[in-house]
C-alpha cells in the first residue's frame, strides 16, 4: 500500500509543564498524484471503466535531511545503486465511483522526472495501452514536490492520449486533538 501511505513531520515542541497544551503543526514532506481519466473521441465513458493506471519509472527510496536536533528538512531521493525505478500502479477508475473532481491517488517521492521520460501508462480492460511520455520540447522537466497536489488529467481517444496538469499546495487534513502521557 505504499500508495496510500504517507510522511508528515512536525518539529519538536518543548513542554515547560505537564498542564501546557502543545500544538503541532504537520507538513507533508511527500507529493501526492491524482489521476482523473477523461473519454475522448471514439471512446465511451464506459471503455474508460477498469482501466489499470500505472505512474511508471518512478523512485521510491528518499532520504529525509536534519537540519538540527529539532527539524527536518526536505525529502530527497536516494542515491544508491538499490533504488531502482519502479512503476506505481495508482490504481483501477471505476466509472462508478471516480469523477472528474475526486480520481484516483498515490503517494510519491519528491523527485524530479526529466522530459522524453514515459511518465504514465494506461491499460484498458480490451488490453489496449496508451502511453506518456513527457516532451523532449517541454519547458520543464515534470517535479513532484514535497506538500503538493499534482493532479493530471488523462483524456483518452482512439488515436492517443492528452495530458493537462494542475499543482496545488496539499492542504491541512482535519484539525484532532488528545491526550498524550507525560512519563
Known sequence: DYKKSDLMFASCQTNKTKSDNI?????????????ILKQGDGLLD?????????????????????VDNNTFGDITVSNDAANDQKDIIVGKWDSSTNSQSNGIAAIVVPQTVSKGTQLFEVTLRNN????YIIPSDASNDVEFAQGKVHTYTLTLTTTGITVNAD?????????????????
Open 23 to 35: 500544538t503541532l503543526t504537520f507538513n507533508h514532506k511527500l507529493a501526492k498524484v491524482i489521476v
Open 46 to 66: 464506459s471503455d474508460l471503466n477498469e482501466a489499470e493506471v500505472k505512474l511508471t519509472k518512478t523512485y521510491v527510496k528518499c532520504s529525509i535531511a536534519k
Open 128 to 131: 489496449a495501452t496508451y502511453t
Open 167 to 183: 499543482i496545488a499546495n496539499w492542504g491541512p487534513g482535519t484539525d484532532g486533538s488528545g491526550d498524550a502521557n507525560l512519563d
